[in-house]
């Protein structure tokens, strides 16, 4: 079984600090892992993802994430913080092949304080 | 290119009864899953269909049932409804052919039971 685990349901961050967002891994066999992020009332928004390429990944509006497998950790970080990066993030982890359904973490929500 | 898209967007339903989610996928996609995300928590796997088959399933009880039809759209049923169905019901859809499938979210619709 594959899961994420995020940890801080709740992350305060002041606007042009960085913003780090942690997850970690469990999975059996080599995993995909991925950044999404929801806004209120919205569906999902795929940030980032990582598919064995590179470790270091770049996503949308400014967000980036590195792979690293001793730790098990897809960490996503962006350098300076905007007012409108508050939202909802989560990260998920699918298998390589097969069914490519996604286990989620529970998820930070992510408040941007001027 | 038309996105996923879902209706309703909200529904209020009473303990007991019946629902029907529909969910159309994104064009040339021939994969849905679905995803029940209660409040304050991560998505989680319902169910995927593949060319209208079950394609692997989740922690869910039978009384949730889904059906894709030729066109790759699908439904989410809910018999039996209680008070813990009350969530956010996200559907995604993907091309799954290939190591690598990304799924793309329609905006969910949100059932309350009371």
Redesign the interface.
Known sequence: AQSVTQLGSHVSVSEGALVLLRCNYSSSVPPYLFWYVQYPNQGLQLLLKYTSAATLVKGINGFEAEFKKSETSFHLTKPSAHMSDAAEYFCAVSRIYGNNRLAFGKGNQVVVIP | ETG?TQSPTHLIKTRGQQVTLRCSSQSGHN?V?W?QQAL??????IF?YYREEE??R?NFPPRFSGLQFPNYSSELNVNALELDDSALY?C?S?F?EG??????????TRLTVL
């Open positions: 996923v994969t899953s995803y304050g928590q991560g998505p989680q796997f995927q394609n692997g989740g996200l995604a993907s799954s190591s690598y499938n990304e799924q793309f979210f329609g905006p969910g």
